[in-house]
């Protein structure tokens, strides 16, 4: 049993469990909780340290970005995905407004960091993805293509918390280089933090009627885009390292 499974087996093994044992908790809480230690790794990481702190490398966030960026193209056909399995009409706008604020705010931030990192269009446009990269992007389609509304957001969810998580985290800090100061100003902001918790609800609601079954394969995606969100930030660091990235669903 590895370190991530034994500390997920300290958690309540069921929802059912977790539910009587935290009377306030949703499914999401109970997910999040069967994620450790990975989560708190995640949202901690010497990546997001440093990028508050204005002490991250250069080279290092160019190399982030870019894979970022081939990410994003992904994600957002996910989220594409999601809107027409969302059960009703409500949902759909509020995922569509979200497509919005990735292929328009996020895009242009995109396009202002790279000019000012000096990366050619040609190197953004079509990038030789990391195996952190095509794992999750991987990950991502499978959840969408194999699964129903509720796999789609195990994978959507943590993705973006991680993110809201980590920003909140360093948001006091001041970051000197632009595009650092604004992707945590993207992340940190009462807009994306209302969505956040609009996706926990969601899960929330279609984690309470899932069957003790699906709620497990609800619960394996969920960890899974934890472990990746970890490799995504860890290969920034040494691209050409030895990333443990293969482990899949068990």
């Given at each position: 049993?590895t370190?991530?499974?034994?500390?997920?087996?300290?958690?309540?093994g069921?929802?059912?469990e977790?539910?009587?044992?935290?009377e306030t908790?949703?499914?999401t809480d109970?997910l999040?909780e069967?994620a450790?230690?990975e989560?708190?790794n995640?949202?901690?990481?010497?990546?997001?340290?440093e990028l508050?702190?204005?002490n991250?490398?250069?080279?290092?966030?160019?190399r982030?970005?870019v894979?970022?960026?081939?990410?994003?193209g992904t994600?957002?056909g996910?989220?594409?995905?999601a809107v027409?399995?969302a059960?009703?009409?409500?949902?759909?706008?509020?995922?569509?407004d979200?497509?919005?604020?990735?292929t328009?705010?996020?895009?242009?931030?995109?396009?202002?960091?790279?000019?000012?990192?000096d990366?050619?269009?040609a190197?953004?446009a079509?990038?030789?993805l990391?195996?952190?990269?095509?794992?999750?992007e991987d990950?991502?389609?499978?959840?969408?293509?194999e699964?129903g509304?509720?796999e789609t957001?195990?994978v959507?969810?943590?993705?973006e918390?991680?993110?809201l998580?980590?920003?909140?985290?360093?948001?006091d800090e001041?970051?000197s280089?632009?595009?650092?100061?604004?992707?945590?100003?993207?992340?940190?902001?009462?807009?994306f933090?209302?969505?956040v918790?609009?996706?926990?609800d969601?899960?929330?609601?279609?984690g309470e009627t899932a069957?003790?079954r699906r709620?497990?394969?609800i619960?394996?995606?969920f960890?899974?885009t934890?472990?990746?969100?970890?490799a995504?930030f860890?290969?920034?660091?040494d691209p050409?390292g030895?990333m443990d990235v293969?482990g899949g669903?068990?």
């Amino acid at each position: 049993m590895t370190r991530r499974d034994a500390d997920a087996e300290s958690q309540p093994g069921s929802f059912e469990e977790y539910a009587e044992a935290y009377e306030t908790a949703g499914f999401t809480d109970w997910l999040r909780e069967r994620a450790q230690p990975e989560w708190s790794n995640a949202t901690s990481h010497q990546f997001t340290r440093e990028l508050g702190t204005d002490n991250l490398d250069d080279e290092v966030f160019r190399r982030y970005l870019v894979q970022d960026y081939a990410f994003v193209g992904t994600l957002v056909g996910v989220f594409g995905h999601a809107v027409g399995d969302a059960p009703t009409m409500e949902s759909k706008s509020r995922l569509v407004d979200f497509l919005g604020t990735l292929t328009a705010d996020e895009n242009d931030y995109f396009e202002r960091s790279f000019e000012a990192l000096d990366v050619p269009e040609a190197e953004y446009a079509d990038p030789e993805l990391t195996p952190a990269t095509q794992a999750f992007e991987d990950l991502l389609e499978r959840a969408a293509r194999e699964g129903g509304y509720a796999e789609t957001l195990a994978v959507l969810l943590p993705a973006e918390w991680i993110y809201l998580e980590w920003a909140n985290t360093v948001e006091d800090e001041s970051p000197s280089r632009f595009y650092l100061a604004e992707w945590i100003d993207l992340h940190a902001n009462e807009e994306f933090e209302a969505f956040v918790e609009w996706l926990r609800d969601e899960l929330d609601r279609e984690g309470e009627t899932a069957s003790p079954r699906r709620r497990r394969r609800i619960e394996r995606l969920f960890r899974r885009t934890v472990s990746l969100e970890i490799a995504f930030f860890e290969t920034a660091y040494d691209p050409d390292g030895a990333m443990d990235v293969a482990g899949g669903e068990k």
